[in-house]
């Protein structure tokens, strides 16, 4: 299968933690990234992490992945209202020699000052 | 900034028409990659060029058809317009055709057919 799935919403306290969460479907999936896109805009990748990682953090930001459950989580520290976007997780796996990627169907993340 | 310039930013046209999207990748990136972005479907890839030659097909419909020229800029030419094709087009690039590449994406042409 090739599903990649989020909640469609979620919606944090300036200054909490937001945790976006995705699930998908292939095992055989290399890297698995999350790109936000504020309105009007285009695709801004944030980071990304290896399939054989299970964490990774970046400043305000912490990926975990759970191989097992496939399941990829976004954690956003110290949310702030510039933080509001839509986030989209993405897949990526090798198909017949090239690189194809699958985009979630996007969590759209709402910081109430 | 991605480095990504796709262009224009916004088109109008009517349904039957034909338009040409342009891509130009960031400096020394050999793969362009273009997306469509709608209401109804979500972000879905559409095709993938490396150094000239296309790589992989997605969910592109034979409207659509692209191409990568030598200085490795991209085109993608949509035809026969429909209401349904409206959309946010993206195009992105990267180094190689690895798997192990990232993505950069431009801002995006939005493309309304009335």
């Known amino acids: 299968g090739e599903d990649v799935e989020q909640s469609l919403f979620l919606s944090v306290r300036e200054g909490d933690s937001s945790v976006i969460n995705c699930t998908y479907t292939?095992?055989?999936?290399?890297?698995l990234y999350w790109y936000k896109q504020e309105p009007g805009a285009g695709l801004q990748l944030l980071t990304y992490?290896?399939?054989?990682?299970d964490m990774k953090q970046d400043q305000r930001l912490t990926v975990l992945l759970n191989k097992k459950d496939k399941h990829l989580s976004l954690r956003i520290a110290d949310t702030q209202t510039g933080d509001s976007a839509i986030y989209f997780c993405?897949?990526?796996?090798?198909?017949?020699?090239?690189?194809?990627?699958?985009f979630g169907t996007g969590t759209k993340l709402q910081v109430i000052p | 900034d991605s480095g990504v310039t796709q262009t224009p930013k916004h088109l109008i046209t009517a349904t039957g028409q034909r338009v040409t999207l342009r891509c130009s990748p960031r400096?020394?990136?050999?793969?362009v990659y273009w997306y469509q972005q709608s209401l109804d479907q979500g972000l879905q890839f559409l095709i993938h060029?490396?150094?000239?030659?296309?790589?992989a097909k997605g969910n592109i419909l034979e409207r659509f058809s692209a191409q990568q020229f030598p200085d490795l800029h991209s085109e993608l030419n949509l035809s026969s317009l429909e209401l349904g094709d409206s959309a946010l087009y993206f195009c992105?690039?990267?180094?190689?055709?690895?798997?192990?590449?990232?993505?950069?994406f431009g801002p995006g042409t939005r493309l309304t057919v009335l």
């Open positions: 992490i290896f399939s054989n990682m």
């Open positions: 992105a690039s990267s180094e190689s055709s690895h798997n192990t590449d990232t993505q950069y």
């Open positions: 993405a897949e990526t796996r090798n198909s017949g020699g090239y690189q194809k990627v699958t």
């Open positions: 060029y490396y150094n000239g030659e296309e790589r």
């Open positions: 400096s020394g990136d050999l793969s």
């Open positions: 292939d095992s055989s999936s290399t890297y």
